[in-house]
T-cell receptor, first 110, second 113 residues
Framework: GQSLEQPSEVTAVEGAIVQINCTYQTSGFYGLSWYQQHDGGAPTFLSYNALDGLEETGRFSSFLSRSDSYGYLLLQELQMKDSASYFCAQVPGGYNKLIFGAGTRLAVHP | EAQVTQNPRYLITVTGKKLTVTCSQNMNHEYMSWYRQDPGLGLRQIYYSMNVEVTDKGDVPEGYKVSRKEKRNFPLILESPSPNQTSLYFC????????????FGPGTRLTVL
């Protein structure tokens, strides 16, 4: 079946750069999305890569490499408010369902 | 204000007592879906709907039912809840598909005793 693998936890300090990886086994899919979820809140959309390469949105960037079966979310100039869980997600080819990774909990320390 | 609403936000019930969690969106979105979130498992899609009267199973549909009689509403029905359905549930909507930006409701925390 389809699955997306993410590290369960990542720790970083304010002002640093952190990369959250997402690897998958799906051979065909429609792109890779990223969502952020703060404790007690609902997930919110961050970024989407339909094609290989880098997408930049402010301090956040997302990258996709279909040939390497992985993507990542890059967070720059980390702030305390970036402490949250981050999920990658994809729609497998031939389907309309949406599959999420288990999520990466990011802790930003002073 | 564009939003997805869910009711109730919190619910404690007992095994076997049928319940419905409502979901409504005011963005004229075609795609709606339900997820459950459990620690360490992320978000798992229960059911999704591409449009009115068009629904399909996600990854964990067992024990759940849905209906899509109107574009804006997508209720989740648990005919006979069991303790393993204790979870945090999210409804979401998007313009047309799973690849579009998903807008999530605030969540419903369900406890089945």
């Amino acid at each position: 079946g389809q699955s997306l693998e993410q590290p369960s936890e990542v720790t970083a300090v304010e002002g640093a750069i952190v990369q959250i990886n997402c690897t998958y086994q799906t051979s065909g899919f429609y792109g890779l999305s990223w969502y952020q979820q703060h404790d007690g809140g609902a997930p919110t959309f961050l970024s989407y890569n339909a094609l290989d390469g880098l997408e930049e949105t402010g301090r956040f960037s997302s990258f996709l490499s279909r040939s390497d079966s992985y993507g990542y979310l890059l967070l720059q100039e980390l702030q305390m408010k970036d402490s949250a869980s981050y999920f990658c997600a994809q729609v497998p080819g031939g389907y309309n369902k949406l599959i999420f990774g288990a999520g990466t909990r990011l802790a930003v320390h002073p | 204000e564009a939003q997805v609403t869910q009711n109730p936000r919190y619910l404690i019930t007992v095994t076997g007592k049928k319940l419905t969690v409502t979901c409504s969106q005011n963005m004229n979105h075609e795609y709606m879906s339900w997820y459950r979130q459990d620690p360490g498992l992320g978000l798992r899609q229960i059911y999704y709907s591409m449009n009115v009267e068009v629904t399909d199973k996600g990854d964990v549909p067992e024990g759940y039912k849905v209906s899509r009689k109107e574009k804006r509403n997508f209720p989740l029905i648990l005919e006979s809840p069991s303790p393993n359905q204790t979870s945090l549930y999210f409804c979401a909507s998007s313009i047309a598909s799973g690849t579009d930006t998903q807008y999530f409701g605030p969540g419903t925390r369900l406890t089945v005793l």
